[in-house]
């Protein structure tokens, strides 16, 4: 199964790569070996879920492959290009147009309607305005919020909030999706709407999509599934 699925991923430009990733952090005299060797490729256009029990370093190893932290020691590379070369401004712009991001909590602006949140990564990024707002638009309406589009964040139910942050993360047409819990502090009923919004979405644009979380009901709904133990991933 592990030989199949890496002579497909060889058929193809392996979009993300990370090789040999330690991350190490000091609590007190202690040193804490999170991640022991993790190896991981993604093709463009396909989806990953991770799980593993909580403290499991979970949100760790998303946010060294991501470029949100980097690794104590290994590469990360994207489309075969090291990423350790990079330095934090460049980082930060590779980010806004190649990367988005959905996280438990969804951290809308409160000030701000839904149109100007998703709208945000594109002002950091000087895209056109108006192309960004049509997207922006267009993505809320994917999303089921066409009547929402002026609303503040706070006349949102939960599970709206939260599709506002995918539209976000898909705002900049990103090559991939890092998803941390996304799901976590909802319902089962709009979990699955979310998830199923986002799998769709991401299909849709061939955008890669790797998610974390806690919850192993829902394995099943993506490509593949890996479970983070003990510093390593293991093939479920």
């Known amino acids: 199964m592990v030989v199949q699925y890496f002579n497909l991923l060889m058929k193809k430009e392996i979009l993300l790569r990370a090789e040999s990733l330690h991350k190490k952090f000091s609590n007190g005299e202690t040193l ?3 991640l022991s060797g993790v190896n991981l490729g993604i093709n463009e256009g396909s989806s ?17 492959l991501s470029t949100l932290d980097r690794p104590t020691e290994g590469t990360v590379f994207y489309r075969g290009e090291s990423l350790s070369t990079k330095n934090e401004d460049d980082l930060s712009k590779f980010r806004n147009r190649t990367m988005g991001f959905v996280f438990q909590f969804h951290n809308l602006l409160p000030e701000f309607t839904i149109v100007e949140n998703v709208l945000f990564p ?3 990024g000087n895209a056109d305005f108006k192309l960004s707002r049509d ?13 929402r589009l002026n609303h503040k964040p706070s006349e949102l ?3 709206e909030q939260q599709r506002v942050a995918v539209a976000r993360a898909l705002e900049m047409s990103p090559q991939i999706i890092f998803a941390d819990e996304p799901t976590g502090n909802l319902d089962s009923k709009n979990s699955r709407i979310v998830l199923e919004l986002l799998l769709k979405l991401t299909s849709e644009q ?3 999509l790797i998610v974390v979380t806690h ?12 479970t983070l133990r ?3 991933l293991v093939e479920n």
């Open 230 to 232: 003990d510093g390593l």
């Open 122 to 124: 594109s002002i950091i």
């Open 135 to 147: 997207r922006a638009i267009m993505l809320l309406n994917e999303m089921g919020l066409s009547e």
């Open 206 to 208: 061939g955008v890669a």
């Open 32 to 34: 804490v070996h999170v």
């Open 215 to 226: 919850n192993e009901n829902i394995k099943g709904m993506f490509d593949r599934s890996l």
């Open 48 to 64: 990953l879920v991770i799980t593993g029990a909580s403290g499991a370093g979970k949100s760790t190893l998303l946010h060294v």
């Open 157 to 159: 139910s939960g599970g």
